[in-house]
C-alpha cells in the first residue's frame, strides 16, 4: 500500500513520515507517481448526542463503510471536516462559546488509517447544508466574512482552518487539505463574474498561505463544482487556480453518456486549463443515478440491468478521466445502505452500496481500475472520433452485420462504431488489417456496449489472422449490459507478421441487436 502508517500514526509511530505533494501536474507519494480512485461519504465525523448532519455514524458503521471502500480499491475517502464537528457543544444547534473537541476528526482518520485509507478534509461547504447558519456563502464571505467570527460560527474561518491545520500538520492520513465544497462567490440576488473571481482569488490566496504558514507539509486544493458558476467562468477558473493553490478540481454530474464531457465550462475545458497552470487536477464528485438507463436518464427502477450501466458509464469516465492525465477521482457516494435500497431512490439514487447488500458492479469497477487505471495512455489505436469505420470490416457474417459510426454511445469522445446485426445473424467478425504494433505477448483491449433491451445470451470472441491465415480466438466473453471491457493477450507461436485482429460476436437467439465497439487499443 502507498501509505506508510501504523496503528497508532495520530501519535506517531518513530518512522519518516511521508505526505502527498507535487510534481508538475502530477502528485507522488513517497517519490512516487500516485493517482487515487475513491469515494465521497459526508456522514462520517457525525457523532450521536453530538453535531452531525444527515444520520449519526456509529464507530461498527463507520468501520463498515471504510473496510467496503477499501475492498472496493478506494485509496481515498473525502469527507466533512466543517466547524460544527470541531466545536462538539453544538448539539443543540447554537454556540455561546467555543468548546473544541477532536473527537470527530480523530475517529475518522484513526478509522481511515486502521484500513489504509487517506482522507480529504473539507474544512467549509458553499451551501447551508451542514452549517449552523442555513445561508449561501456569497462575495462577502471571500473578500471580508471569512476572517472575522459569524455565519453561526465562534471562530472566523480563517482561524478555523488554520487551527484545524496546525493540529494535523504531522499527519500522514492526510492527503491534501480542502478549502471548501463547491466555492463559488455570488453577489446577493445576482453575479458579478469579474468582482466575484478577484474575491474568490484573493481569498484562495489568502487562505491558503495561512494554511500553509500552519501546515507545510500537506498540499491545498480550493473546492470548486469547476462549471460555470460565479467567480469561475471561462477563463476566471485559470485565473482564481492560477494563485497559490496547488491543484483544479471538478465535479462531474453532466452528461452520463459523455466520458468527457465537453463545451463552454466543461470538464474538457477545465483539464486543458489546468494543463496549462501546470497542475494537478481531480474529480471531487462524480455521480450517476442508480436507476440509469443506457441514455443516461433516471428511470425511477433501481435493479441490476441499471446497476449494470452505471458501472459501465463510471468504467468509461474514470479511465478516459486518467488517460486524460488526471491525478484522481472521487465517486459519489460511498455509504452503508445498499444500491437498492429505499434510501437510495428517495435521496439523490447516487450511493454505491457494499456487495454484501446487494451486489453493485461498480465497486468491482473501481477495485479493477485502482489496479490498472483503464487501458494504458497512448495505447488507443481506433476511437472513431474521424466519423468513419477506421477500415474496419465485416469479415465473417456479411451480410447479415453492417457496420456504421455512431454518436449513440461512446467509451471516450463523442463516437463509436456500431455493430448492427441483423435477424438472423448467429456469429459475425468485424476486423482490421491495420495491426502493426500487435504482436505476440501484446493485450488487445476492446470496449463493447450492450444495450439494456438487446437479446441475450450474447458473446464476444476476440480474433485475429496471422501470417499462415490461421485464425485463433479466444475463449467467448459473456457480455452484460453497459460497457464492457474485453481483453485478450495474442498468444505465443502466432506466424507474423498479423494480417488482421477482431472482435467476434457469438448471438445464439439469432435476434437482431445492435452493439457498439469503441477505443480498441493494444
Excluded at 6 to 13: I, R, S
Aim: with cysteine; proline share 5%.
Amino acid at each position: 500500500m502507498l501509505i506508510a502508517v501504523c496503528v497508532t500514526v495520530l501519535a506517531g509511530c518513530g518512522t519518516t513520515l511521508h505526505f502527498v505533494a507535487r510534481s508538475g501536474d502530477g502528485l507522488t507519494l513517497n517519490g512516487r507517481t500516485w493517482r487515487f480512485i475513491g469515494f465521497n461519504d459526508y456522514e462520517l465525523p457525525a457523532m450521536a448526542g453530538h453535531t452531525n448532519c444527515g444520520r449519526s455514524i456509529d464507530q461498527r458503521t463507520l468501520d463498515s463503510v471504510m473496510q467496503d471502500a477499501k475492498q472496493s480499491g478506494a485509496a481515498v475517502i473525502r469527507t466533512w471536516f466543517f466547524q460544527s464537528y470541531y466545536d462538539m457543544s453544538n448539539a443543540s444547534g447554537s454556540w455561546h462559546q467555543i468548546t473544541p473537541a477532536w473527537t470527530a476528526f480523530d475517529r475518522v482518520l484513526h478509522a481511515a488509517a486502521a484500513h489504509h485509507l487517506m482522507v480529504i478534509p473539507v474544512l467549509v461547504n458553499e451551501w447551508p447544508d451542514c452549517e449552523p447558519a442555513r445561508v449561501t456563502k456569497d462575495i462577502a464571505f471571500y473578500r471580508t466574512g471569512y476572517m472575522r467570527p459569524g455565519y453561526g460560527y465562534p471562530l472566523s474561518f480563517r482561524r478555523y482552518a488554520t487551527t484545524v491545520a496546525r493540529h494535523y500538520k504531522n499527519n500522514p492520513t492526510i492527503a491534501f487539505w480542502q478549502l471548501g465544497n463547491e466555492l463559488q462567490s455570488y453577489s446577493p440576488g445576482r453575479c458579478r463574474e469579474r468582482q466575484s473571481a478577484t474575491a474568490l482569488r484573493a481569498f484562495a490566496d489568502d487562505t491558503t498561505a495561512a494554511v500553509k504558514s500552519a501546515d507545510p507539509n500537506h498540499l491545498i486544493s480550493l473546492g470548486t463544482i469547476g462549471a460555470d458558476q460565479c467567480g469561475l467562468v471561462g477563463g476566471d477558473y485559470t485565473y482564481v487556480h492560477a494563485g497559490l493553490v496547488d491543484m483544479c478540481e471538478y465535479h462531474d454530474y453532466g452528461v452520463v453518456t459523455r466520458s468527457v464531457p465537453d463545451g463552454a465550462d466543461s470538464l474538457a475545458q477545465r483539464i486543458a486549463q489546468c494543463d496549462a497552470l501546470h497542475k494537478p487536477m481531480f474529480i471531487g464528485e462524480s455521480g450517476i443515478p442508480a436507476d440509469v438507463n443506457d441514455f443516461g436518464h433516471s428511470t425511477g427502477r433501481i435493479t441490476s440491468t441499471s446497476l449494470q450501466l452505471r458501472a459501465g458509464f463510471f468504467n468509461a469516465k474514470i479511465t478516459a478521466a486518467f488517460n486524460a492525465g488526471l491525478a484522481g477521482y472521487l465517486i459519489w457516494d460511498k455509504q452503508q445502505d445498499a444500491s437498492n435500497s429505499a434510501l437510495n431512490l428517495s435521496h439523490g439514487r447516487s450511493i454505491v452500496g457494499p456487495n454484501d447488500r446487494f451486489f453493485d458492479p461498480t465497486n468491482e469497477v473501481t477495485a479493477t481500475l485502482s489496479r490498472t487505471f483503464g487501458t494504458t495512455t497512448g495505447s488507443l489505436r481506433f476511437g472513431f472520433e474521424d466519423g468513419g469505420v477506421d477500415g474496419w470490416r465485416v469479415v465473417s457474417g456479411s451480410p447479415n452485420m453492417v457496420l456504421l459510426n455512431s454518436t449513440v454511445e461512446a467509451w471516450a469522445g463523442r463516437r463509436s462504431l456500431a455493430l448492427s446485426l441483423r435477424t438472423g445473424a448467429h456469429s459475425a467478425i468485424a476486423a482490421t488489417a491495420a495491426t502493426g504494433g500487435a504482436e505476440a505477448g501484446r493485450t488487445i483491449t476492446y470496449h463493447v456496449y450492450v444495450p439494456s433491451l438487446a437479446p441475450r445470451p450474447l458473446e464476444a470472441v476476440p480474433y485475429l489472422s496471422d501470417r499462415l491465415s490461421k485464425h485463433p480466438r479466444a475463449p467467448s466473453i459473456n457480455l452484460l449490459p453497459g460497457w464492457n471491457v474485453v481483453r485478450w493477450t495474442i498468444p505465443r507461436g502466432v506466424s507474423m507478421p498479423l494480417r488482421a485482429i477482431g472482435l467476434g460476436i457469438s448471438n445464439r437467439l439469432g435476434l437482431g441487436v445492435l452493439l457498439f465497439l469503441d477505443d480498441v487499443g493494444w
